[in-house]
């Protein structure tokens, strides 16, 4: 090779190495913010409504646009009120493995009466990143299968939060998994919930599974967002606990310190793409490490 090629070969070189670094897919937050609005805009979306189905046809509009194949799973809850019909949508990204991690969110929200109830945070935020989230690891190698599980029903149906009249897709999910037996392949659940809060700041959820809980947030520190990772602990009851009961490791992302929460204020004000940004970039990061410890605890 002459000087000339030489120097023509390292510049095709560096081209090459900055186009792959360019290519590498990080979270963008203005299509989660957009996911997000978009739910917003369909209004309350309680379970049963014509507002969930319209949000539920925009989650499975939005995988099949980021190639991701989306199958719903309707169920009837046996609920204070009566017989409802919920919808779980379950996606799946093919990995070299077909055990499975699983991203979560639920996309129902809160029934209220006397308020208009949009469920900004508490419902759209997370769902709105989990989407976001999928549309990159649809492009990315996996070497475990991923499976984004968006739940109908983690709401009570009543005003208070009393069992069993709570979290029906999730225990709904975790049934239909055990009786057909694929359960035992699902590793590891990482639960968002309420991730908008445009004043984020996250508790270590004390039911989740310390090494899941222990890679977020030393991820999180890792990539300079430690001020919104606090290291108090509090106990909160949400869509993982059906699977932490069934042996599945599961960590909730919630920051449920969000004044808005269950009241008619929990709407875009409330929230910001930047919270969005921070959640999707730790989740995403921490992915590897997730996968890591997956493997060696075979
Ligand atoms: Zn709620």
Same mark, same amino acid.
Not at 54 to 61: P, T
Not at 263 to 267: L, P, R
């Given at each position: 090779m002459t000087r000339a090629g030489a120097s023509?070969?390292?510049v095709l070189l560096a081209a090459c190495v900055s186009a792959q670094t360019? #290519?590498?897919p990080t979270f963008d937050s203005n299509r989660a913010w957009e996911h997000l609005r978009r739910q917003v805009s369909f209004g309350p979306r309680p379970s049963g409504s014509a507002a969930i189905a319209? #949000? !539920? !046809?925009?989650?499975?509009?939005q995988l099949r646009a980021a190639g991701i194949e989306g199958r719903q799973q309707p169920f009837e809850a046996q609920?204070?009120?009566g017989p409802i019909k919920m919808v779980n949508v379950v996606a799946t990204i093919p990995g070299s493995r077909r055990e499975r991690i699983a991203l979560a969110t639920h996309f129902d929200t809160k029934l209220y009466r006397d308020f208009r109830f949009v469920g900004a945070s508490d419902g759209a935020s997370s769902t709105a990143v989990v989407l976001e989230l999928g549309r990159l690891l649809a492009q990315r190698k996996n070497p475990y299968t991923i499976e984004l599980l968006f739940f109908d029903g983690e709401e009570a149906v009543n005003e208070e939060w009393r069992d069993p009249d709570n979290r029906y897709g999730s225990k709904h999910y975790v049934e239909q998994a055990r009786k057909a037996g694929s359960l035992a392949g699902l590793k590891a659940l990482v639960l968002l919930d309420l991730v908008g809060d445009r004043n984020l700041n996250f508790r270590r959820e004390s039911n989740s599974t310390p090494w899941l809980t222990d890679i977020i947030w030393a991820t999180?520190? !890792?990539l300079g967002y430690g001020e919104h990772f606090w290291y108090q602990q509090s106990p909160i009851e949400d869509d993982h606990i059906p699977f932490l009961r069934a042996g599945v490791p599961a960590v909730d992302l919630i920051d449920l310190d969000y004044p808005a929460w269950h009241?008619?204020?929990?709407?875009l004000d409330s929230v910001s793409a930047r919270s969005l940004q921070i959640v999707g970039d730790v989740v995403l990061a921490s992915m590897p490490e997730i996968e890591k410890r997956v493997a060696s605890t075979k």
């Open positions: 023509l070969f390292l360019g #290519n590498a319209e #949000n !539920r !046809r925009y989650i499975l509009e609920t204070p009120l999180a520190k !890792r009241t008619a204020q929990d709407t």
